[in-house]
């Protein structure tokens, strides 16, 4: 599928595009392609926004559009899209020479098949005319950490705080009520850490059917792995303000970075790859060839998620909070968990993450706070889609059971392109992860069978 992203005033497609879908892109409250970013960058003093950071965003926002309103279910496979976009930026030049990269990229981020164009823009997206009277103060802040509201970019916050940094904390209001439990995880860390600084900044992001559309289009795909890719590049952009070599962190642990599948059906279609090294090092390796020194980098990259809450869990920043993280794949999905609703987000319980966080929590936590045993939701539950995960997760537990540590590193080396350092790292984190999980179910007796 061909799609042209149109900012405003921009031309027609010409003859090669005549046939593409149109995504408008500007502040009009009928484009089909918006956020509220440029409003942030406005309240941080920029009446005119740097080009290069502003095409940075343009194309992570282009990417996160296209990821959501292209249904995998129009393709051959229900999987593999092919998408072919052109997308406007104001300093061509530079990106024409990474267009190669970022299509290759894209396909590694999304499990799809990119062509990646760039033609000059004639509009700024991010420029305002009047200068601001409202701005937002970042001073003493010295480091820029996505922050989700999810239990480890919690966790990242309170580390970085614990080594004497001020953090931004990045966000995206993905739901209505997150941006309000967002900002009450800032008020607390500033409560805790008076001598330094917090700094809570959520944006909106979002995207509607594109025009010369069909009823297929208006369709809406739900593994937007386009979205982490728009977070990253929000953050870059609200560094490249603070400073050009303003670091930038993605708090996660590598257990679900390196996301090993876990079982062969599941290789593609539930595998993030967000925090995998070999697209974090392809990322930064492709904005630092346009000119932006802002680093982005993984400090949980080889630690389990245990491993992440127990370095912080005596702290009272964590003990006051860390029960409200939303860690849950469909927070606000109510046919997950009945207590959800569009406007607040909860756990499910049951879901891949939710999996994970209960193994994390088994030093913090007691068991009998527990719902339900993993077992008694097997036997309760008639809905196959809502124990799928519960009952990968045990596959993947017999499987592991079984397994050579030669036969590990295959698994992982499947992942991505990984160096032998890293591939040996990654066989302790994904051994000590698995041992968390086998842990965590071993005072069920009832889910020995399904092991």
Known sequence: MKFWIKKENDADPDIEWNDAYIL???????????????NIWYHLGQQRMNSIYEDLFVIGLSVFALDKRISRSLFLDSWTRKIEVSIPVLERDKWDNCKIQWSKILSFLTGDEWKVSFRQATTEYGSHK???RKYIDLSGCDCVSLFSGGLDSYCGAIKLLQEGHSPVLVGH???PKLRYIQEQFCENFNECFPSQKSVFLGFTAGARAPF????????????SRGRSLLFLCAAVSIAGIMGKQVPVYIPENGFI??????TNGRKESCSTRTTHPYFLNSLNELIASVGIQNHISNFFAFNTKREIVNMVSETDAFKRCYKNTISCSHPCVARYNRVGSREYPVNCGFCYPCIIRKSSLQDVESKENEVRKASEFIEAEAD????ADLFAVLSSIHRYKNFSD????RLIRCTGKLDFEEVQAFKRVYKQGMNDLIEYFSDDSKIEAYM
């Open 173 to 175: 209001n993905e739901y």
């Open 212 to 223: 010369k559309t069909d009823e297929q289009l208006c369709r809406v795909e739900n593994n």
């Open 130 to 132: 009047n200068k601001n």
């Open 257 to 262: 970075g390196l996301n090993v599948a876990l």
């Open 406 to 409: 030669k036969e590990i590193e």
């Open 24 to 38: 408008t892109l500007n502040r009009d409250s009928k484009s089909t392609i918006y956020s509220g970013l440029p």
């Open 384 to 387: 196959k889609n809502k124990s």
